[in-house]
């Protein structure tokens, strides 16, 4: 069946550092979504992307899909402590269908 | 608008009981989803109502069930709890579906002895 994998599953990174988190599916998407979870809370809604190639900004973070819709990224510029939760992609397949990843837990060093 | 709200936020049941769970979605919002968090597992997919309908369900045996009703709220219900049924079940809203954005509930955190 339809998977869809994210990696690395935990990344600590220094205040101000860089964090990327990937996320691949073994079937084509229709869409992909990523969302953030705060530890002690739920799921929230970050960003969709549809489009073949689309590139999107929220001001530090950057979201990417794949050519061929297979696959995303997540990246993050000079994190900051408000950063800190575990991020989830989550891949469409058609409008009632959508896997979750398994999630990247970031942790920062003040 | 009001948010997604989900009752009870905490439950304890023993094993071999039944639990029911509620969900309201945010207004307007036809399609609710629920997952079941555990550290291990991440987010796995239960089903999907949208207008009083199933429309998919995720990989978990006969005793998760669920049902829509006509103001769009949902009821979850797990019989013949197990041990390994203790998880966060979340419920998310959503205007037409789950591949669309979705607005998830505090979870409700089900621990069975």
């Known amino acids: 069946g339809q998977q869809v994998m994210q990696i690395p599953q935990y990344q600590h990174v220094q205040e101000g550092e860089d964090f990327t988190t990937y996320c691949n599916s073994s079937?084509?998407?229709?869409?992909i979504q990523w969302y953030k979870q705060r530890p002690g809370g739920h799921p929230v809604f970050l960003i969709q992307?549809?489009?073949?190639?689309e590139v999107k900004k929220q001001k530090r973070l950057t979201f990417q899909f794949g050519e061929a819709k297979k696959n995303s990224s997540l990246h993050i510029t000079a994190t900051q402590t408000t950063d800190v939760g575990t991020y989830f992609c989550?891949?469409?397949?058609?409008?009632?269908?959508?896997?979750f990843g398994s999630g990247t837990r970031l942790s920062i060093r003040p | 608008k009001a948010g997604v709200t989900q009752t009870p936020r905490y439950l304890i049941k023993t094993r071999g009981q039944q639990v029911t769970l509620s969900c309201s979605p945010i207004?307007?919002?036809?399609?609710v989803s629920w997952y079941q968090q555990t550290p291990g597992q991440g987010l796995q997919f239960l089903f999907e109502?949208?207008?009083?309908?199933?429309?998919n369900k995720g990989n978990f045996p006969g005793r998760f069930s669920g049902r829509q009703f006509s103001n769009s709220r949902s009821e979850m219900n797990v019989s013949t709890l197990e041990l390994g049924d203790s998880a966060l079940y979340l419920c998310?809203?959503?205007?037409?579906?789950?591949?669309?954005?979705?607005?998830f509930g505090p979870g409700t955190r089900l621990t069975v002895t």
């Open positions: 998310a809203s959503s205007p037409m579906g789950p591949s669309y954005e979705q607005y």
């Open positions: 079937t084509t998407l229709s869409n």
């Open positions: 992307l549809v489009k073949s190639g």
């Open positions: 989550a891949g469409g397949s058609s409008a009632s269908k959508i896997i």
């Open positions: 207004s307007g919002h036809r399609s």
């Open positions: 109502y949208f207008s009083e309908t199933q429309r």
